[in-house]
């Protein structure tokens, strides 16, 4: 029922619109090929950091800055969202759409492999961390935002449902693997409360409540 067209098309026309610098890094980022979340998705994106207060937020896969523009206008004013990008093509675009925001002030963008990158990052220091890069390193990501996160954090991560593809058994590539793994792993986790919001491409939430 959720996923009727009609149900889509009156949710979309209920949301919120997208300011000009939000719409010229979507149109950047699809002239470029980086697949940007959903303007509903940056919705939850911006609901998830105003609900929390946000005022550290660890993004993995800065691509044209699309969703790091819907994050930061939801965190705290003086929030400092923290971006990491191996492609330094997708990293200028999306130093644009900061700078076109009025927001560079407000951004660390690191360059370089995420799993090299992250390792850097303060323990428990981050409110939010955003996972949005390579599905296959979806787990080794996940193993980091539990170091990164500060208890009562939330782990958020897009592409989840992968376009149905977890839940096909003949689909079995490391991309749809890895993020089977990912989804399992924060399930089991008892230090995660989490779910998956069937929005887009299906985006996993959950809250980091460690025991210990
Ligand atoms: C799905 S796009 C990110 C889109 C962005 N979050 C948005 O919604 O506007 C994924 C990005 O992750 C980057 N990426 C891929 N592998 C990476 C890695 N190992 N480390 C860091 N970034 C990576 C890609 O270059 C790409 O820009």
Sequence with gaps: ?????????????????????????????????????????????????????????????????????WFLGGMDPKGILT????????????????????VTSRVRSLLGPALQMLPKLADAAYDIVFVDALKSEYPEYLEHAKRLLRPGGVLIADNVLWGGRVADPLVDDEDTEGLRRFNDGVTEDPDLAGLILPIGDGILVAVFQPSS
């Design 1 to 69: 029922m959720l996923n009727d067209q009609r149900i889509a098309t009156y949710l979309r026309g209920l949301a919120e619109g997208e300011d000009e610098p939000l719409r010229a890094a979507r149109a950047r980022s699809e002239e470029a090929d980086i697949p940007a979340v959903p303007a509903e998705s940056g919705a939850v994106l911006r609901f998830l950091a105003r609900a929390t207060h946000a005022r550290t937020v660890v993004e993995i896969g800065s691509g044209g800055g699309y969703s790091g523009l």
């Design 83 to 102: 971006t990491i990008e191996i492609d330094s093509s997708h990293q200028a675009l999306a130093q644009q759409a900061f700078a076109e925001a009025g």
